[in-house]
């Protein structure tokens, strides 16, 4: 289909009280607003608006030392994510609505805290943890604010669309083969060893 521009700007900016203003990260070099897929209310896909929002909200005003800002270059799509979407975890997850859902992201880091191990423009990938997912924002946005133990530097031999689409899946196959299967308790090589049928998805 033909890119429409004005389907970008739909609805401008996420519901909020007009007298209480963000904190936001200073991008003195950056816009004041971001890009964002922001889901109003629980439902179908189509529920997800592309619209102008405010950059991501820091609690306490400033970046914690080990957080890094990612501008997000791509975003994974998990079950974790449609579920939210749909609501089929309201009751164990519940959202704060509007809100900017997205776990798995690749990207260019464009701040980092003190004690962070990034610097501006490693290209990074890693995860959004669901808990800051709703407390800050999740990955399908221009920018989101993540803790640098959750990042990791992205392989050059992998694309970002790749990279994006590795995080959620590989910490699922590792709890289930170190946690569930107990490959973590086993001392012995030779008890590692594990035949995978059908193997053929994430």
Known sequence: PAFNPMALFQ?????RPEDTPPLVVDFPDRPAKMLAAVLPDYGPASRLKVQLCDLPRLP??????TEIVVQVHSAGVNPTDWKQRKGTLSKIC???LPTILGIDFSGVVARAGDDAPFTEGDEV???QTLDRMRELNGTYAEYVIVESADVYRKPSCLSHDEAAGVPH?????YAALGHVGKLVEKRK???KAVLILGG???
Do not use: H, M, V, W
Request: charge should be positive; proline fraction near 4%; include cysteine.
């Open 60 to 65: 306490l005003g400033k970046l914690r030392s």
């Open 189 to 191: 090589q030779a008890d």
């Open 200 to 202: 053929s998805g994430g």
């Open 125 to 127: 990938f890693g995860r």
């Open 169 to 173: 899946a590989c910490l699922a196959a």
């Open 94 to 96: 519940p959202l704060t």
């Open 11 to 15: 609805g401008c900016a996420a519901a």
